[in-house]
């Protein structure tokens, strides 16, 4: 009998499972270096990508270049950092946000939280809706599309590993 109420006291949480905390350390660092770090960087140097990507299709180097660099210093790519200028605060904001979202839902997740799950999944999504909000689908064309890849790729693991939120 003192080792059924013992037991009850003493269990111990599950552990929790190797793929989730490989998952939730990587979105914990990822949040933290893309989000934060990267959303206050891209807020502070969006006028000087912009003016440098401006000097460099005005001075007529870029006819020299490789068509590889031809294709990534374009007068689109220059209209998507005019946008991402002139939109850089609710970017920030969003991106900010976004961050706090992914790493709280991440944190909820090693507690095998299921709304951790949610919370995650809005954050993820929350930056890709403001680039196309503010920036237009041209954003999430040709090497943009690549951005996506990442957040795709996490969103497919996470959503395999729910099964292991239990609360």
Excluded: H
């Excluded at 005019?82 to 961050?99: D, F, M, W, Y």
């Excluded at 709304?115 to 196309?132: R, S």
């Excluded at 689908?137 to 090497?143: P, W």
Aim: proline share 4%; charged share 15%.
């Amino acid at each position: 009998m003192t080792d059924l109420i013992s037991n009850d006291f003493t269990a111990e949480e599950p552990q929790l499972p190797t793929g989730l905390k490989v998952l939730t350390i990587l979105t914990i660092i990822g949040t933290i270096l893309f989000s934060f770090i990267g959303g206050v960087w891209g807020y502070f140097s969006a006028q000087k990508n912009y003016d440098k990507t401006k000097d460099l299709l005005d001075s007529g180097k870029m006819n020299d270049a490789p068509g590889w660099a031809k294709g990534m210093i374009s007068p689109e790519m220059l209209d998507l950092q005019q946008k991402a200028l002139e939109n850089k605060l609710p970017i920030l904001i969003l991106t900010l946000v976004a961050g706090a979202l992914c790493l709280y839902g991440a944190l909820e997740m090693r507690k095998r939280k299921k709304q951790g799950y949610i919370f995650w999944l809005i954050g993820e999504l929350l930056p890709i809706a403001a680039t196309v909000l503010f920036l237009g689908s041209g954003a999430v064309q040709g090497f943009g599309l690549f951005a996506l890849f990442i957040p795709l790729v996490f969103i497919i693991l996470y959503t395999v590993n729910r099964k292991e939120l239990i609360y």
